[in-house]
């Protein structure tokens, strides 16, 4: 067993790895049971669910990550030390193995007793809280976890899963098969070909030979916690900002909860580099810091997530309402909240789909920013999401041309924004300009734009390109159940007249409230509601506000 040192994490002033002082060691107490531990006593392992938290009284505890070969070495609890990190708030699965380094005795607490008392006593409440996030954030810097990802840049489908694994907050380990010097070493191990690229480990022990990520959030047990067969509450589909922000207000009010979601938790605002205009940040907030907390609040107050799962149908002859999913199981539910959001629309070029992942992309993080270092790039937009995709990728790119296909940027667009575009000497604005050509071998070599003033057409050499064009709403599985407008999007409160509630047959003799659908008890809010503004402030908003209708619906049922 390797047992390298975490050196970072072993440093005595973490502040990720307290202890315990005797006064709080006091008041956890009476949650627990006390244990007599062996050494070498195996605790739990990577892949365990419902784990204990256990705090040492006397002897100490390793903390193992699953690694080649073996286990590494992550942290040893001492005396007052504990265990557990986020996977204790969202209830996955373990990413770790906890054994005993030294006999002794340790507290033993449930996962029921935790939630327990971490719900009566605020200050132990927010002490764990921030503790096992600033773990995940240690887990998360380090590539520490039960992952390792071996792919390659050329390759689509790792960008996929990076993007996947880095916006679902799971630490992994990225071996890149282009550089590394072990890889073919470890390709060999595995007995993996080419086209079988890229390989997930988990926990030590499961291959995954070019996975969705359905099967890799299955073998991370990402989605282990939710119980298929209730009948909930309330389902929101869509975990962007107003999704969860309809979780956190459901869950802390009392309400069995679950969000299902697509891709990752944040939505299109997960994917921005910096949010200046949200109240309470005066400095600004990356868009996956903002879900990444939101997340934390609707777990911890209950609320189950479900990733890599689609909504493909809902059930809406009678109540309690189904939610059909791609996997192939229906979740039953009182009330919905439709959060699903909106899509880039693609751009109408030929080899638009050889060269997605391969220099073509749909968000800017920092994952693509990597790609782009000291390049030339293209962003064609002229919302919030393209001009903060071109002011985060200048910090890092040569130059950022910025196509725009009308005269002006988006009246949506911030005066922040649009001052910070025009005056970055990196970002070359290109009004009424669209992308009409993109080649390349491989990759995404040459980009050919046209100027519509004067049908000039001209080619650069220009290896990144990104997509943040008007959006289409996700709304097809819902034709036939709700009441849409033109484009797609949900009509709700007013925008639905007496002759649409009547073809949509509405059943009470209420109108609908507003955000409600054509069906009772069913809601949308965010990008995929007619009518809806474009600004994160808004979205939360309509998200809590929502829940406050959800409780009149429920009673009415």
Not at 356 to 364: K, Q, T
Not at 370 to 391: K, L
Not at 519 to 528: M, N, Q, R, S
Request: hydrophobic share 40%; charged share 20%; with cysteine.
């Amino acid at each position: 067993m390797s047992t390298a040192p975490f050196a970072n994490v072993l440093d005595p002033g973490n502040l990720a790895f307290p202890r315990l002082t005797p006064e709080q060691l006091e008041r956890v107490r009476p949650y627990g049971k006390l244990r007599h531990v062996t050494a070498g006593e195996v605790l739990f392992d990577a892949g365990d669910s419902g784990i204990p938290v256990f705090v040492v009284l006397s002897g100490s505890m390793n903390i193992l990550q699953p690694a080649l070969p073996g286990y590494q070495l992550l942290v040893t609890h001492r005396e007052g030390g504990f265990s557990g990190e986020y996977t204790m708030i969202s209830g996955q699965h373990a990413m770790v193995r906890g054994e005993v380094a030294e006999a002794g005795e340790f507290l033993e607490i449930s996962i029921e007793n935790f939630r327990s008392m971490i719900a009566k006593d605020a200050e132990l409440s927010e002490l764990f809280m921030r503790i096992f996030i600033l773990r995940r954030l240690e887990l998360i810097a380090h590539g520490a976890g039960n992952a390792v990802l071996l792919g390659s840049s050329h390759s689509p489908a790792t960008l996929r899963l990076r993007e996947f694994l880095s916006r679902n907050g799971h630490p992994y380990q990225y071996v890149d098969l282009d550089t590394d010097a072990r890889s073919q070493a470890m390709l060999d191990q595995f007995q993996v070909t080419v086209d079988e690229i890229p390989v997930v480990i988990c926990n030590g022990r499961n291959i995954l030979r070019n996975p969705t990520p359905a099967q890799l959030a299955d073998c991370l047990g990402l989605n282990a916690n939710v119980d298929e067969s209730l009948v909930r509450d309330l389902i929101v589909v869509g975990a962007g900002p107003s999704g969860l922000a309809a979780a956190v207000y459901a869950a802390s009010e009392g309400l069995n909860v679950l969000v299902i979601e697509a891709a990752a938790p944040g939505g299109q605002a997960g994917s921005s580099s910096r949010i200046e205009n949200y109240l309470g940040f005066p400095t600004g907030i990356s868009g996956n810091d903002l879900t990444g907390r939101a997340l934390a609040q609707a777990q911890k107050f209950g609320a189950n997530m479900m990733v890599a799962r689609q909504a493909t149908r809902l059930c809406c002859d009678r109540r309690p309402y189904q939610v059909q999913l791609d996997q192939g199981a229906a979740l039953s539910t009182r009330a919905i909240v439709l959060a699903a959001g909106a899509q880039y629309n693609r751009l109408p070029i030929a080899n638009l789909e050889k060269f997605e992942g391969l220099g073509i992309y749909y968000g800017a993080t920092k994952i693509e920013s990597q790609f782009c270092s000291n390049e030339n790039i293209i962003v064609v937009g002229g919302g919030n999401s393209a001009g903060q995709a071109a002011v985060f990728l200048s910090e890092s790119a040569n130059k950022v041309y910025m196509l725009v296909r009308s005269s002006e940027l988006s009246s949506t667009m911030s005066r922040y924004l649009i001052r910070r575009i025009e005056e970055n000497p990196k970002i070359e604005l290109h009004y009424q300009t669209e992308v009409v050509g993109a080649d390349g071998s491989d990759h995404l070599e040459r980009v050919t734009w046209k100027d519509k003033k004067t049908g000039e057409t001209s080619t650069h050499d220009v290896r990144h390109l990104f997509i943040m064009t008007g959006a289409s709403p996700r709304t097809e599985w819902l034709r036939g159940c709700l009441a849409l407008d033109d484009k797609g999007f949900v009509k709700t409160g007013y925008d639905l007249d007496r002759l649409t509630l009547r073809e949509m047959a509405w059943p009470l003799s209420r109108p609908p409230q507003i955000l409600e659908t054509s069906l009772p008890g069913v809601f949308a809010v965010g990008d995929i509601r007619s009518g809806n503004v474009k600004r994160v402030a808004s979205a939360v908003g309509e998200g809590s506000i929502a829940i406050h209708l959800v409780h009149r619906a429920l009673a009415e049922f």
